[in-house]
């Protein structure tokens, strides 16, 4: 499929779609990666593993106590024990625990020796000064026992992790306190368009404040990666040609909005190409985004979005977020809930794969937000997930189950 498709595109063929899948799989093929560096394991959060972590250290280091109670033989819990003495967490037992003896144990404490049970201290009783008796029917081991969790030198983290405010007990407690991590995507940010201007100036006629670069800023910061705003590029060829190759330069990947369809000033392919693009689709069946472009240099990925708000939300959500953990070594894989719709949906097509914002309601549904169009940005400031319609699917009832992506 892309030996044919790559042919129609050197071909200048731009009216041939590549399907979705097959963008998504050329796409991730890029093997572009970012380096890595060392980082105080404070400041970890949502960054990526560039190695393996290992234990220095057995879990539980020694036999500990799981409760509070009394350290002793299990085939003495019919007797009278003497208590030998108080073990708090941290202390070192002094005492071995023979026949007919006990130590009084906290949880978290060392087991002493000899003893091969605690029991709870609620099961006791205190017959003579100095010594106790169990009352209980049964009981447990209630020890955490040496390396029972993990032992010295296993894996406790793999690389590529995505490291969660879980793992950072998890590095605490094996000592790596400057674990190594891949460096953040650095992604450059501009929009194309005489009709923009920046959001602190007020639209003169025929123009309209510049939201995709700022979309973007804010969906890159999200995907804990790096944004470049470069700022808006005039609809002519030569700040076309020098905003790319100046993007190009300097980031890992560059995201345009616009200027990527048919237009009479619709030349970004061109100007790609020009600053050595490795054009690998320019039409994708896929609603909306239809005409979004990818491309590599040997350095670089480029994306060319649609300029509709909510093209380039969805499109970056699906084709860019993806290649972006894939850079830093990190598998991104959505979470998908098959969900009931709360609603009737129908459409006209079925040609391509559709992804319409949507509300996640409480009750466990979704519902298709009301929008005109891939123009309409207010769609997307209710929607709390993208929800999928297949190709060759018209309709949806109330109650039908589809896949949705929560955001």
Not at 79 to 93: T, W, Y
Not at 110 to 125: F, K, R
Not at 140 to 145: E, G, L, V, Y
Not at 306 to 322: I, L, Q
Request: aromatic share 6%; hydrophobic share 40%; net charge neutral.
């Amino acid at each position: 499929m892309w030996l044919i498709y790559k042919t129609a595109i050197d071909n200048k063929d731009t009216n041939t779609m590549i399907p979705f899948e097959e963008a998504m799989a050329i796409t991730l093929e890029t093997p572009i990666r970012t380096g890595t560096e060392r980082v105080d394991f404070n400041n970890a959060l949502y960054r990526i593993l560039a190695e393996d972590i290992l234990s220095d250290v057995d879990m539980p280091p020694f036999h500990k106590a799981a409760m509070d109670g009394y350290a002793c033989r299990k085939a003495d819990l019919d007797k009278e024990l003497k208590v030998l003495e108080v073990l708090a967490a941290g202390d070192i037992p002094t005492a071995f625990v023979g026949p007919g003896q006990c130590s009084k144990i906290m949880t978290g404490a060392m087991v002493p020796g000899g003893a091969d049970t605690v029991i709870m201290v609620e099961h006791t009783e205190e017959c003579t000064p100095g010594h106790i008796r169990f009352t209980g029917e049964k009981t447990a081991s209630n020890i955490a026992r040496k390396a029972e969790d993990v032992r010295a030198g296993d894996r406790v983290l793999d690389q590529g992790t995505l490291i969660l405010p879980q793992h950072t007990p998890i590095l605490a407690s094996v000592g790596c306190t400057s674990p190594l991590v891949s460096k953040k995507v650095r992604v450059g940010i501009l929009s194309t368009g005489d009709e923009l201007v920046e959001p602190h100036i007020t639209p003169g006629p025929g123009k309209i404040r510049n939201s995709n670069g700022f979309q973007l800023i804010a969906q890159v910061r999200a995907a804990h990666c790096e944004p470049n705003y470069m700022g808006i590029i005039p609809d002519n060829e030569e700040d076309t040609d020098r905003a790319i190759g100046k993007a190009l330069a300097e980031n890992d990947v560059v995201i345009l909005t616009g200027g990527v369809s048919a237009g009479d000033f619709d030349f970004v392919p061109k100007i790609m190409r020009k600053n050595g693009v490795d054009i690998r689709f320019q039409k994708v069946a896929v609603k909306p985004g239809r005409p979004t472009v990818f491309g590599t240099t040997e350095n670089a990925a480029i994306f060319g979005l649609p300029g509709n708000p909510v093209s380039s939300f969805v499109n970056f959500e699906v084709f860019v977020k993806p290649l972006l953990f894939k850079m830093m070594g990190h598998q991104y894989l959505p979470l998908v809930l098959k969900m009931p719709l709360d609603t009737h949906y129908k459409r006209k097509k079925a040609d391509r794969v559709e992804f319409i914002p949507a509300h996640i309601s409480q009750e466990g549904t979704v519902v298709p937000a009301r929008y005109h169009g891939s123009a309409h940005i207010h769609a997307m400031s209710l929607a709390n997930g993208i929800m999928r319609i297949p190709k060759g699917t018209f309709e949806l009832k109330k109650g039908d189950y589809t896949d949705v992506r929560p955001i």
